[in-house]
């Protein structure tokens, strides 16, 4: 066969340069012919694995030598890579076991030849395959590869939202780039938020509790997509205070507030912020620092002080942290009841910086006691000195006198 063979061959690679052709007629009787051969060219995305599959005629009174899958070179099937034998057993040549498998059957005369993780340099091959007989022709065919570029979609930008509270804004951007059309999708679950052709923005003008949580944003080409998510952080809001009395007549009082959600849970860590407010005799109110004490239910118990005018607030924390102390729910309460543990007389020592806003009457107290046996014992110390003072003076003149009458009556 190989004179005949090798004409034929050489007049059907100059007729079509590149293919060989699919039918080769046989010097008489019916035709040995591929039936169906892959796509030319077979489109592949770089990376893929590519299944190329013949079928042929097999007329009954040949006999099938085998079948070879390779790579055609100048002008004959130069690189063997597969052959598969009449039985039926196939083997693939040295260092190409990961790159190429068969996956044909010839009982049906099926020949399929899978190629994994096409590269580009597989674009520039020509493969093919031989059908060969005993003393026939042999069937062959080429197919080109058309390596491409997957052209997947990237997100290039997506928003990183800061921690936010309720009743701010916020713009949720996201931006794809990418070679054909890429849609861009923002959802919340299942539900969509926004979308566009390369960006897609989602504005929350007036950010409520609700709002918290994974937002998603998908871009998608006829390649493939690319996803990336954002979560929403929201601080709680502080709770309303529940005390509506602002004069208040007992020493004993209790801070009330409605209790607080978060992000889908029951606040139950919560910030108790209480500060005296002091009128000086000019009229300017000057507030004392704020303290500051932590709670986890929704009451607070203070013992106050007579006359003593009081701001409080209350703030809740979530993970995130604490809520903002909003001017509009601080309570100003003052007390109007007689101090029960000293006297009016302590009026004075009020006007003095206290370095702290919880000292306990009976201290003042003993403060001034000091004070007052330290005014008293000072001056009563200085008279009795002075006593001293003229009565030994006075004895001391006596005494002089007594001499002096002694000496003139001698
Ligand atoms: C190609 O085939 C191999 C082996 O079957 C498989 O592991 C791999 O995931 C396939 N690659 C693609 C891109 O489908
Ligand atoms: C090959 O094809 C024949 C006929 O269609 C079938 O009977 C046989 O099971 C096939 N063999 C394999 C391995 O698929
Ligand atoms: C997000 O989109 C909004 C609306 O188009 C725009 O005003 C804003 O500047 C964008 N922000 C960023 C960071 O791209
Ligand atoms: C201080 O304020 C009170 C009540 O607001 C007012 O009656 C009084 O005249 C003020 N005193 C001075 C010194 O401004
Ligand atoms: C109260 O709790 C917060 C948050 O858990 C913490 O940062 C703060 O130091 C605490 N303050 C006091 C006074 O314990």
Redesign the pocket.
């Known amino acids: 066969m190989g004179f005949w063979y090798s004409l034929l061959m050489t007049l059907v690679l100059v007729l079509s340069s590149d293919v060989p052709p699919s039918i080769v007629f046989t010097s008489g009787g019916k035709p040995q012919k591929i039936i169906s051969a892959p796509d030319k060219p077979t489109r592949v995305f770089i990376g893929d694995n590519v299944s190329l599959s013949w079928r042929y005629y097999h007329p009954n009174h040949f006999t099938l030598y085998e079948v070879v899958f390779g790579i055609w070179g100048a002008d004959l099937l130069s690189t063997k890579l597969v052959a598969v034998n009449a039985n039926g057993f196939h083997k693939i040549r040295k260092g190409y076991e990961s790159k190429v498998s068969w996956a044909g059957n010839l009982t049906s005369s099926l020949a399929v030849f899978v190629l994994y993780n096409v590269q580009p340099a597989d674009g520039k091959k020509l493969y093919g395959i031989h059908v060969e007989y005993h003393s026939h022709t042999p069937l062959t065919d080429g197919v080109r590869l058309q390596v491409e570029a997957k052209h997947l979609p990237s997100i290039t930008y997506v928003t990183t939202p800061s921690l936010l509270r309720i009743g701010q804004y916020v713009s949720l951007n996201c931006t794809a780039s990418g070679v054909s059309p890429i849609h861009v999708t923002w959802y919340k679950g299942p539900k969509v938020l926004a979308s566009g052709i390369s960006e897609a923005v989602f504005a929350l003008k007036n950010i409520i509790d609700e709002d918290w949580g994974e937002f998603l944003c998908v871009a998608k080409n006829f390649a493939g997509e690319d996803k990336k998510s954002v979560i929403l952080r929201i601080l709680p809001e502080s709770p309303k205070i529940l005390n509506t009395k602002k004069k208040i007549y007992d020493a004993s009082w209790t801070l009330r507030w409605s209790a607080v959600n978060s992000e889908g849970h029951r606040v139950t860590?919560y910030?108790v912020w209480h500060r005296v407010v002091h009128v000086a005799r000019d009229n300017i109110t000057r507030e004392k620092p704020w303290l500051?004490?932590?709670m986890t239910g929704l009451i607070y118990h203070k013992e106050l002080a007579a006359d003593t005018p009081y701001m409080f607030a209350v703030t809740a924390?979530n993970r995130w942290g604490?809520s903002l102390l909003e001017t509009d729910k601080i309570l100003f309460i003052s007390t109007d009841f007689p101090d029960r543990n000293s006297k009016k007389t302590d009026q004075t020592l009020h006007t003095e910086p206290e370095t702290s806003v919880m000292p306990s009457s009976s201290n003042k107290k003993a403060v001034s006691m000091s004070k007052t046996e330290v005014l008293y014992s000072v001056p009563a110390g200085i008279l009795f000195l002075l006593l001293l003072v003229v009565l030994a003076s006075y004895f001391i003149r006596r005494k002089r006198l007594r001499d002096e009458e002694n000496n003139t009556s001698k």
Do not use: A, I, L, Q
Request: hydrophobic fraction near 15%; avoid cysteine; glycine fraction near 0%.
């Open positions: 860590s910030t500051r004490e932590n924390w604490e």
